[in-house]
Nanobody, 119 residues
Framework: VQLQASGGGLAQAGASLSLSCVAS????????IGWFRQAPGKEREFVAS???????FNRLSLKDRVTISRDNAANTVHLQMNRLNPEDTGVYYC??????????????WGQGTKVTVSS
């Protein structure tokens, strides 16, 4: 499975940002595809993931600001983040795996896209 993330960049606090991840490879519908992020100087953390059937895992602390969606026909997953704050700054990694919020459940990782939120 190959994952190509896009959509990162600079945003102001309070704004919205959308990330996309295009996946390629075999049997994509059976994978959860989603996102982890890593802020400068902090550990990587789970954001959200979605299965081909639509089942979603969310990071509870982000659930009211983050929406994940999936277009199976286009093998693309979108992450919409609203009401951004500087704590959302980091590198966002697209991932694919068997699901859950645990990093070790995701076998495939994209190259990451950087998000910077200015106050």
């Amino acid at each position: 499975v190959q994952l190509q993330a896009s959509g990162g960049g600079l945003a102001q606090a309070g704004a919205s940002l959308s990330l996309s991840c295009v996946a390629s490879g075999r049997t994509l519908s059976s994978y959860y595809i989603g996102w982890f992020r890593q802020a400068p100087g902090k550990e990587r953390e789970f954001v959200a993931s979605i299965h081909g059937t639509g089942t979603i895992f969310n990071r509870l602390s982000l659930k009211d600001r983050v929406t994940i969606s999936r277009d199976n026909a286009a093998n693309t997953v979108h992450l919409q983040m609203n009401r951004l704050n500087p704590e959302d700054t980091g590198v966002y990694y697209c991932v694919a795996g068997s699901g859950s919020t645990q990093e070790d459940k995701y076998d495939y990782w994209g190259q990451g896209t950087k998000v910077t939120v200015s106050s």
